[in-house]
Nanobody, 127 residues
Framework: QVQLVESGGGSVQSGGSLKISCTAS????????????MGWFRQAPGKEREGVAA???????VYADSVKGRFVISRDVAKATLYLQMDSLKPEDTAIYYC?????????????????WGQGTQVTVSS
């Protein structure tokens, strides 16, 4: 089992920036963080969870159209930490942001394909 803990959420005005993090750990013997592909997802009140960005084992990335050019996903393997830099934030970016991990090499924005999830961190963008 992999434990994921998000941090860095908060409130920001429209046009502002925020960087959220997700640190992974596991008590499972043989666990290797670098073997996992990771993703960021978000869920706004009354809406379904949607994929925001994902990074594959090889470091390649994919983004939802709604955040392309504004968000950047990255990872520090040595620190077992995933990041999401969010710039030019809009009120419609307001949501709970979750990080997720899966033991497959390919990146994907399909939430159903992820096995491990964090508890989420709130991001609020005011106009």
């Amino acid at each position: 089992q992999v434990q994921l803990v998000e941090s860095g959420g908060g409130s920001v005005q429209s046009g502002g920036s925020l960087k959220i993090s997700c640190t992974a750990s596991s008590a499972t013997i043989g666990y290797t963080y670098s073997r996992y592909s990771m993703g960021w997802f978000r869920q706004a009140p009354g809406k379904e969870r949607e994929g925001v960005a994902a990074i594959g084992r090889d470091g390649s990335t994919v983004y939802a159209d709604s955040v392309k050019g504004r968000f950047v996903i990255s990872r520090d393997v040595a620190k077992a930490t995933l990041y999401l830099q969010m710039d030019s934030l809009k009120p419609e970016d307001t949501a709970i942001y979750y990080c997720a991990a899966r033991g497959e090499p390919l990146k994907t924005l399909e939430a159903r394909l992820y096995k491990h999830w964090g508890q989420g961190t709130q991001v609020t963008v005011s106009s």
